[in-house]
């Protein structure tokens, strides 16, 4: 059974940090693009960051808004995903959702595997 499961939500006051943790198992992603995903209450769920291979080495994007702040990484020796979040502001309060993908990018229509979530919320 393939299973993606996060870890590392929580509260935290604005400016703090979080680091979220994405476990794949039931089989490798090491071929497969990885990201983050969120969606908070009311909106749609947004891509937020994905990482993966190419001939050229690890590539990784974000959305506008969390570039500079949110950090995404994986450690393919355990199949987990990363995404340090710093400089946390309250528009960052969402539920948090890692996804697979087979190939060299993550969009929400290409994702072949999603984690349940994890809330992470950010008081002001």
């Known amino acids: 059974q393939v299973e993606l499961v996060e870890s590392g939500g929580g509260l935290v006051q604005v400016g703090g940090s979080l680091r979220l943790s994405c476990a794949a198992s039931?089989?490798?992603?090491?071929?497969?693009?990885m990201g983050w995903f969120r969606q908070a209450p009311g909106k749609e769920r947004e891509f937020v960051a994905a990482?993966?291979?190419?001939?050229?080495?690890?590539?990784?994007n974000y959305a506008n808004s969390v570039k500079g702040r949110f950090t995404i990484s994986r450690d393919s020796s355990i199949d987990t995903l990363y995404l340090q979040m710093n400089s946390l502001k309250p528009e960052d309060t969402a539920v948090y959702y890692c996804?697979?993908?087979?190939?060299?990018?993550?969009?929400?229509?290409?994702?072949?595997?999603w984690g349940q979530g994890t809330q992470v919320t950010v008081s002001s």
């Open positions: 039931g089989r490798t992603f090491r071929s497969y693009a």
């Open positions: 990482i993966s291979w190419s001939w050229s080495g690890i590539s990784t």
């Open positions: 996804a697979a993908s087979p190939g060299g990018t993550v969009k929400a229509d290409t994702v072949q595997y």
